[in-house]
């Protein structure tokens, strides 16, 4: 048997809100009024917390959101320094997104510093803890390792669809993924993902934050080409965690509201892995 759904407006629960602050806040005053005519000090505690309550319900009511302005402003701060980092060290090497090992791990992005089109997989970074990882006997495990530009994203979109990505199998994750970045974050207007056997794909439809991923592309080209925005990030970040293996991210290009991702599985395809 399935029962109906009534999504009541956000306008309309704030209105309520406010009634309902503004009636305590009255009803404070009126208590506190009382207990000084009839001299019964209990009543004035109910007048203040009935007042004090009142006040915060308006004050919620009335507190602006956040504007995607400042959520640019604030994001672009700390890109800032990873693209000059990426400037003056990183080399033309393909970013790999590092399989994550536990649900609590942070995803991490591992870009060699020396050339190297086909590092192998099972890098096995995942006990690493500095920015610069240096091995004299191995060149692909000599990088920078940085935290996922869209891991944080990922945090808070596992808590919204209330599921952990390292527990869906390859045939779900691409649902979830578009679940969680359209419906739940809104940070897209549309998700569409491809899984094959050599790797995936996104093409991910701007929605409320396009100014903010234009900016992002203008601002800080290399983090955005070469680890993937914020909002790229993401999608990858979670691909990671359901299907457990590194990605070399091939591509990452934003054009026309819309970012285009591609990524290979390291090591091969998921034949050549099984």
């Known amino acids: ?23 305590l806040v009255a009803f404070g005053v009126l208590i506190a009024v009382a207990s000084a005519v009839v001299g019964a000090a209990s009543l004035s505690g109910l007048g203040l917390a009935s007042f004090l309550i ?62 190297n089109p086909a590092p192998p997989s099972g890098l096995n970074l995942s006990g690493e803890d500095r920015l610069l990882v240096i091995d004299p006997d191995d060149s692909h495990r000599t990088g920078l390792l940085l935290e996922a530009p869209g891991a944080s994203l990922l945090a808070l979109m596992e808590k919204e669809l209330d599921l952990n990505f390292i527990d869906l199998g390859n045939d779900d994750f691409l649902n979830a993924i578009r679940s969680g970045m359209v419906e739940s ?7 569409k993902g491809a899984f094959t056997q050599d790797g ?5 439809r701007d929605g409320p934050l396009r100014n903010m991923s234009r900016s992002i592309a203008r601002l800080v080209p ?26 070399i991210l091939e591509g990452a290009t934003h054009q026309a509201g819309v970012h285009s991702v591609t990524l290979r599985f390291s090591g091969g395809s998921t034949d050549e892995a099984s």
């Open 1 to 23: 048997m399935h029962h109906a759904s009534v999504d009541v407006p956000s306008s309309m629960l704030g209105g309520r809100r406010r009634v309902l602050g503004v009636s």
């Open 54 to 115: 009142g006040l915060l319900l308006v004050y919620l009511h009335s507190r602006p959101s956040f504007a995607p302005e400042l959520v640019e402003a604030s994001l672009l701060s700390s890109l800032g320094n990873v693209e000059r980092i990426l400037r003056e060290l990183g080399p033309r090497t393909k970013a790999i997104y590092l399989k994550t090992i536990d649900r609590l791990d942070v995803p991490m992005v591992f870009l060699p510093l020396e050339e």
């Open 185 to 191: 974050l809104e940070v897209a207007a549309d998700v």
């Open 200 to 204: 995936v794909s996104f093409r991910i």
């Open 222 to 247: 290399s983090v955005a080409s070469r680890l993937g925005c914020p909002i790229c990030s993401v999608a990858i970040c979670a691909a990671v965690k359901a299907i457990k293996r590194d990605l």
